[in-house]
């Protein structure tokens, strides 16, 4: 899937008087590896972010900013959709959904400037959204069950791509294995994010949360995942780190506390995690790299983290934040 590289100012034009606004320019941005986003400055030098949806249809996008909506009236930081004047709440180009939302000036941390203060702000707002599930529609469990990930599994194989083949049976495995355990734990279950990385998140200058971004991929699930998703994004250099672990979970305890099987399910849905974005890499980035060339993701980090979290490396840390 080729992600739009240019959108014609008449085209941007005409979709944003549909929000209201008129624009005398209009920027591709290079963030985003799943749909095409853009820059629209309007005619009163404001800044505008712009989304076409490359892969969910117009059913998805407006769950997805009924969601967003419904989590800002909760108290949750997030960037709300312009409302479209026909209330429509989405236009169309070219048959894909395109939205149009408020420029925040924020900063996307890299991970040399992760902090344990802003893990410990992080924890606590993702504990928030989960907090609103009562008040929530209930979103479908997603397109990353593990089932989903096994037709990845078999594309892969059916590549004939001889370097992937040996990860390739050990992810299955590995997850015929995490399946069954989920099933005994029965963790509670209920909105959730479930790809919380650093360029999702917006922060002040300061080093205040300002916004959680992108809930493309808001599904129904376990709140242990998400929680683990999350450190494994956030909190992993080539190792994880004690201290980040330690806040983000301090946080999040603090406003929504993990206890009972709870605890006992996060190495095993912090495994199923890994093992989801280990197989999504090899799919979108590693097969689709050119010959020679290294993929943009490599699947293979978060191998490590799964070697990581099997072998206790989280323990000590979990262990001390929810005491």
Known sequence: ??????????????????????????????????????????????????????????????????????????????????????????????????????WLEGEILCQGRVSEAGCQKLGAALARVHLTTPQLARPPEGRFRITDLRQRLTRVERAEREEFLDDVERIRESLNHYELARISQQAPRGVIHSDLFRDNVLWTKDGDLLALLDFESACEGAFAYDVMVTICAWCYSDKFETALVEGFLRGYHAVRPIVGPEVAALKVEGAVGCLRFATTRITDFSLRAPPGQPPVRDYRRFLARLASIEAGDLDASIARALA
């Open 1 to 102: 899937m080729a992600l739009l590289t240019s959108l014609p100012l008449a085209d941007a034009a005409r979709l944003a008087r549909e929000f209201g606004l008129e624009i005398n320019s209009v920027e591709p941005l290079a963030a985003g590896s799943v749909n095409s986003n853009f820059a629209l400055r309007a005619a009163d030098g404001r800044r505008y972010f712009a989304r076409l949806y490359e892969e969910q249809g117009r059913d998805g996008a407006l769950a997805e900013l009924q969601l967003v909506a419904a989590l800002a009236r909760a108290g949750v930081p997030v960037v709300e959709c312009l409302p479209r004047a026909d209330g429509a709440g989405v236009g169309n180009f070219e048959g894909k959904s395109f939205a149009v939302f408020p």
